[in-house]
């Protein structure tokens, strides 16, 4: 299962492995670290997602 988000400026996009995708579909809570990405500004740059932190709710966030 891939989930992207949209925020505007960019897309960004985590796969979720077997465990993480049969949490999610039952609505319990994650906190998953992506795979990063290389910003041409700001150098390496880690991606934050937490899956269910409300019922329903995707967070996502960049260290920057």
């Known amino acids: 299962m891939r ?8 897309v960004h996009s985590i ?3 077997d465990a993480t995708f049969s949490a999610f579909k039952v609505g ?4 998953i ?3 990063g990405f290389v910003h ?7 991606d934050h997602w937490i899956l ?10 960049l260290d920057n």
Request: proline share 3%; aromatic share 14%; net charge negative.
């Open 3 to 10: 989930l992207y988000v949209d925020y505007g400026y960019d």
């Open 15 to 17: 796969t979720l492995d």
């Open 28 to 31: 319990k809570k994650s906190d």
């Open 33 to 35: 670290d992506g795979q």
């Open 40 to 46: 041409e500004e700001d150098g390496d740059v880690q």
């Open 52 to 61: 269910h932190r409300e019922p329903g709710e995707i967070l996502f966030w």
